[in-house]
């Protein structure tokens, strides 16, 4: 069974990888009506499917993959006579992947459904489940809805129970809700008509988002090269070119091309992943469940590694052969195998930081996030290998090789694990599993910052450190120090403290079971209950689309709307409405909406509050705020990312002046 689930958890982690870097639609759907007379008749929903794919039998065993089915929601003057039949038998074979035998259909199948009507006019609506496959990845499940209607020669009265199916009022399908009255709340906002700004203001947050990866990115290359896999390799490598190169002047130029070819070779490394995964892809990774539960997993398997525990490296063969290409070439290609050398005979250590860091990079929604990511990294790792060649004096002052490698390399360890904590806590939100609430996390986040101090204290070693005298030095004395007090000061958040700092790891507030800090300050969870009480109140609409695993969103917060004027103002004159566009509770009634041409089924809360985000808005990005009045209209607004309290207050206020 566990071989099984780590297949299909393989399965799914290559199908949103490569699948959906483009849209791939494998399989096609179709539906009809077919009358075989007055009253008897059947449903025919036929699936074309691409060249090399296949869809899954309607029945499988356990731990397998999603097996096809389709289920009828609505059922108006009919009643289902018989179960779903295909038009021809399953290829049946073993499969390797999951270990058992399967069947599934290739090419095309119709599958037919009979009924009987007990009205002259009748509809069917409901969905199909399937999940496409071809010999090297799947997409994820998919559902796709079926609408068909028709009529019938009878006379016949509906009986009691014909439309069970249908009324069950746990499964009814409806339209996106409109309000109380004759105003659509839910119209499309003009941003023209109401003399606001449109989506163009996006383009700054997302250049904020762009450089702050790429700093962050940038510090990870600089803690690379404080390891003990890079920081031994600098002088060597520079020494190297300044003999091998006759001229001072060439052995400069050859080191600039050195660290050129490793930021080529990093920021190659980011593309693909964009390629591989695709902008929307890499969106869709922030709140998903399996991938962050995979994440969290692979850095506290990077922790560990830190900490002496293994090395992870890849096959010694790779940097033996890279190595016997740079000596059997010459000029610039000679120089670009002994950068790729560098990355493969590093990777026990930076592999870790690189992991992280392109973890972060594709979670921040943008199709460019990893290469620029990369930048960065590569940048801080090239730099010195260039300084070196210029001022090749300072390479006697560089510290040697020593226990305090191995130091960092544990440092970074503590860090991986709290970093971890994170991916953890974005699936537990998005699902609502309440496995690690914000005082949970925090005590887990004490722990970890306290033992870092501590051992950088000289508390504790591990194998991997070196015995040493006891002693520790004056920077190491300041580092332990500031985790200590770090760990002092995640102490009162145990309480409900803002801890503002920390506001883009640590779970919201309202995750907190015991809050001394509480306001008492509402904010609603849905859209038309918070419009009814804003004409109830006659207070302007502050709406806040965010997301559990919106790391702009927490900055937003503990940046700005959680400061004492900000909290006030929206208490006081607004009615919150804050709406996770990434919440995975399903509906109690699923509903169809029309978007690009195509029937969609919203099925959970986040399926709706995001279709409201692109269906009135235009936007499909967090954090979105605008100010509206009660019956939906814009006031001010949109407002995005910018920690700026003043500018956030401006908006605030223009909404409020317009609302009067």
């Keep these: 069974m566990t071989r099984r689930l780590l297949s299909l958890l393989t399965i799914m982690l290559s199908c949103a990888a490569i699948a959906v870097a483009q849209i791939v639609t494998p399989v096609k759907w179709t539906s009809k009506i077919v009358m075989n007379d007055d009253t008897h008749g059947v449903v025919n929903i036929t699936a074309t499917i691409d060249k090399g794919w296949h869809i899954y039998g309607l029945e499988l065993p356990d731990g397998g993959p999603v097996p096809t089915s389709v289920e009828w929601k609505t059922l108006n003057g009919v009643k289902l006579d018989g179960k779903l039949k295909p038009s021809r038998a399953a290829h049946e074979e073993h499969d390797k992947t999951f270990d058992m035998n399967l069947k599934w259909w290739s090419d095309n199948v119709t599958f037919t459904q009979p009924f009987v009507a007990t009205q002259p006019n009748f509809d069917l609506k409901g969905s199909v489940r399937f999940m496409a496959c071809n010999d090297v990845t799947c997409l994820a499940p998919e559902t796709e809805a079926i609408s068909v209607k028709g009529t019938a020669k009878t006379e016949a009265k509906p009986e009691a129970n014909d439309s069970a199916v249908a009324q069950a009022p746990d499964s009814v399908p409806a339209p996106a809700p409109l309000p109380s009255g004759d105003v659509d709340t839910w119209a499309p906002v003009d941003f023209a008509a109401a003399g606001s700004a449109d989506g163009n203001a996006q383009v700054s947050q997302s250049s904020v988002s762009l450089w702050t990866l790429f700093w962050l990115c940038f510090v990870g290359g600089l803690l690379a090269l404080l390891t003990p896999c890079v920081w031994p390799i600098i002088p060597m490598t520079v020494s190297f070119f300044l003999k091998k190169s006759g001229s001072r ?110 973890v972060e990079a594709a979670t921040q929604g943008s199709h460019m996030g990893p290469a620029v990511g990369m930048l960065g990294f590569s940048l801080a790792l090239a730099i010195p290998f260039s300084l ?20 960092v390399k544990v440092v970074l360890g503590f860090i991986e694990l709290a970093l971890s904590l994170k991916f953890l806590s974005v699936a537990d939100l998005a699902y609502g599993w309440h496995i690690l609430d914000r005082e949970v996390f925090l005590s887990l986040w004490i722990v970890i910052f306290g033992l870092l101090g501590v051992y950088l204290l000289g508390g504790f070693r591990f194998k991997s450190d070196s015995a040493g005298d006891g002693s520790i030095g004056v920077t190491r004395f300041f580092l332990g120090l500031i985790s200590l007090a770090f760990t002092v000061y995640l102490i009162p958040g145990l309480w409900g403290a803002p801890l503002r700092a920390t506001s883009a790891f640590v779970p919201p507030l309202y995750t907190q079971d015991f809050n001394l800090y509480d306001d008492g300050q509402r904010s609603y969870d849905d859209f038309d209950a918070g419009l009814e009480a804003a004409r109830r109140s006659g207070k302007a609409v502050f709406l806040d689309f965010s997301g559990y695993g919106c790391v702009n969103c927490r900055k937003m917060e503990g940046a700005v709307l959680d400061l004492d004027e900000v909290k006030k103002k929206l208490a006081d004159d607004f009615i919150t409405i804050q709406l996770m566009v ?79």
């Design 249 to 358: 002047a060439r052995a400069i130029s050859n080191a600039v091309i050195y660290g050129l070819a490793i930021v080529v070779i990093y920021v190659a490394l980011g593309l693909i992943v964009t390629s591989i995964y695709g902008a929307s892809a890499l969106n869709a990774l922030a709140t998903n469940a399996v991938f962050n539960i995979i994440f969290f997993v692979l850095l506290v398997v990077f922790a560990i590694s830190f900490f002496g525990a293994f090395d992870i490296k890849l096959p010694e063969s790779w940097a033996n052969r890279m190595d016997r290409a740079a000596e059997n070439t010459t000029g610039l290609l000679s120089i670009f195998f002994m950068a790729f050398t560098l990355v493969l005979v590093s990777f026990s250590c930076t592999g870790p930081i690189i992991g992280t860091l392109l």
């Design 388 to 407: 070196f060649a210029l001022f090749p004096s300072a390479l006697k002052k560089m510290p040697k090789s020593g226990g305090w490698l191995n130091t």
């Design 582 to 660: 990434d919440d995975k509770t399903e509906m109690p009634q699923s509903r169809f909406v029309e978007e690009n041409g195509k029937q969609v089924e919203l099925i959970t809360y986040g399926d709706l509050w995001s279709y409201l985000q692109r269906h009135k808005f235009g936007a499909n990005s967090q954090p979105y705020y605008v100010v509206l009045n009660d019956r939906g209209d814009l006031l001010s607004g949109p407002f995005f990312y910018k920690e700026d309290k003043d500018e956030f207050m401006k908006f605030l206020t223009q909404g409020l002046e317009k609302n009067k």
